[in-house]
C-alpha cells in the first residue's frame, strides 16, 4: 500500500483548499473587474451628459425637472451609480468573508 488513510485524507484536503482559493481568486478578479468597469462607465457617462446635454436652471419643484426630456442622463448615471454600488458592496462582503480565520 503505497498511502496510508492518513495520508490520502490530508493530500485531498489539501486538494480540497487549493481548489476553494482558485475558485475564490476567481470570483475576486470578477467582481473588482465587474467594480472598476462600472467605475469609468458611469464617469464617461458623467462626462458626456454634462457637456451634451444643459438642463436650464428653473424654479423646479423637487424632483419634478425629471419629467423634462432632458433628463435621460440623470437617470441614466443614477441606474449605473446603484449598480456600481451593490458590485462594490458585493466585493467588499466577498474580501470580509475571505479574510475572516
Known sequence: MKYDPDVRFDEIMRRGQRL?????????????????????????????????????????????FLLTPQAGGYVLIGVIAFALGAVFTLLCKHLSKKNKP
Open 20 to 64: 476553494v482559493k482558485i475558485r475564490r481568486k476567481r470570483i475576486t478578479i470578477l467582481l473588482f473587474s465587474a467594480a472598476s468597469f462600472l467605475l469609468v462607465f458611469s464617469g464617461k457617462c458623467i462626462l458626456t451628459f454634462s457637456q451634451s446635454q444643459k438642463v436650464p436652471i428653473t424654479d423646479s419643484y423637487y424632483g419634478a
